[in-house]
């Protein structure tokens, strides 16, 4: 089992910038890759960047490719989403998702465990 505990959402205005972090405890971290996907109200739960287990692959999805920065520290058992230049549209909430695989999806069906999520909400 791993444990997946989200922090750092909140509300900020537009243009600004926050950054998630994901705290990973249970079986080693670097045994998983780490992927961020998010849910805006209304509309199904949809990726957003993963990173492999050594940090050396990632992958974003278009709409955040040059703003979102995935990162992760395996000493601090930690995931991290730095989010720029935010837009009303990035407003959902946003679950860190862990992959036994180890390497780099965007597709669910591939993380076996999940966080509870932060709200990011992002204000025009």
């Known amino acids: 089992q791993v444990q997946l505990v989200e922090s750092g959402g909140g509300l900020v205005q537009a243009g600004g910038s926050l950054r998630l972090s994901c705290a990973a405890s249970g079986r080693t971290f670097n045994n998983y890759a780490m992927g961020w996907f998010r849910q805006a109200p209304g509309k199904e739960r949809e990726f957003v960047a993963a990173?492999?287990?050594?940090?050396?692959?990632?992958n974003y999805a278009d709409s955040v490719k040059g703003r979102f920065t995935i990162s992760r520290d395996n000493a601090k058992n930690t995931v991290y989403l730095q989010m720029n230049s935010l837009k009303p549209e990035d407003t959902a909430v946003y679950y860190c998702?862990?992959?036994?695989?180890?390497?780099?999806?965007?597709?669910?069906?591939?993380?076996?465990?999940w966080g509870q999520g932060t709200q990011v909400t992002v204000s025009s």
């Open positions: 990173i492999s287990w050594s940090g050396g692959r990632t």
């Open positions: 998702a862990a992959d036994s695989t180890r390497v780099v999806h965007a597709t669910e069906s591939f993380y076996n465990y």
